[in-house]
């Protein structure tokens, strides 16, 4: 119907993604914009813990979640993978160690994210499941500021493939081959159940599930 089409040639459309998702998601809004150039986009990037929080509160059209949490009553669907893997600087001690035990790697220094990150959540999760308890070396707020202590000697640290992607194509980090991993997680296309979504933000979540990226999930380095 054409007034329906025509809804999707503008307006507004307010997007939350997570930090992980900004390495996937910007990419796939170019060539939505290009598609739509009349749609007018605004993108909030931010972490578990504030995309939750906006979401509680109605603030965006769609979040780029992963799990979201039970006490909200909202529509999920699957959107692509998002493997978490753990990352140590080239030249690393346990560099082409085969399954290392989860138990061995948490004895390292860990460079981990802020209160609030859902990578740092199910981290933390992962090694109490294996009643390991991280040493937590250097604490910070973003994924690149993550990388960088790592690639420094700082620490390892666990991350979303997505976010590590380039420095392991350039070896500038490397993969560990730790017993459980990659922890293997999704993210999701989240709205408020019940909403009534904007022409211009179905369009969008269209999109999303047409361009759905394909796991990275890269194999630990055999050396360091
Ligand atoms: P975050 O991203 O660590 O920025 O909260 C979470 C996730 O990818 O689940």
Redesign the pocket.
Known sequence: DVAALQGVERGRLRLAI????KYVVPKLLGGFCAAHPGIEVAMVV????T?VQRLAQNQDDLYV??QPPEHLDVVCEAFAD?PLVPIAPPGHPLAGVRAIPPQRLAQEPFIL?EP???????TERFFAAHGARLRTRLEVGS?EAVKQTVAGGLGVAVL?AHTVAAELALGELIALDVAGFPLL?R?QIVYPHGKRLSPAALAFKAWLRDHRPTAAVPSPSAAG
Request: avoid cysteine.
């Open positions: 997570l930090t992980t998702a931010g972490n578990r813990e995309l979640l992963g998002n994210r609030g990150s859902g990578t740092r959540l199910t994924n979303s997680r993210w």
